[in-house]
């Protein structure tokens, strides 16, 4: 299991927090990962960027991210993650 939580500050909230949240949770289900991520939320992180939203993944923090460059980040990071964990049960 893969811990996610994403800032939901007010400047992360402005710059997409909410569409990320969606599209991960779109992910999830297409995915068929729901019993693999727990997806939270959490207020500022401190690792404010100029553009996109603060995510951690387990203890490592990704900032910038945004809906435009949510698929690589997915497909980047969030699989090999849930890979990994799976590798290791």
């Known amino acids: 299991m893969i811990f996610i939580e994403i800032c939901v500050g007010s400047s992360?909230?402005?710059?997409?927090?909410?569409?990320?949240v969606e599209?991960?949770?779109?992910?999830?289900k297409e995915e068929g990962l729901e019993d693999e991520?727990?997806?939270s939320g959490s207020f500022c992180t401190g690792r404010c960027n100029r553009e996109g939203v603060t995510i951690?993944?387990?203890?490592?923090?990704?900032?910038?991210?945004?809906?435009?460059?949510?698929?690589?980040f997915w497909k980047d990071t969030i699989v090999p993650a849930v890979e990994n964990k799976k590798g290791v049960n």
């Open 37 to 39: 991520i727990v997806l």
């Open 12 to 20: 992360c909230h402005l710059k997409g927090a909410p569409q990320i």
């Open 23 to 28: 599209l991960i949770q779109n992910k999830m």
């Open 56 to 72: 951690t993944v387990d203890e490592t923090v990704y900032t910038g991210i945004t809906p435009e460059s949510f698929r690589d």
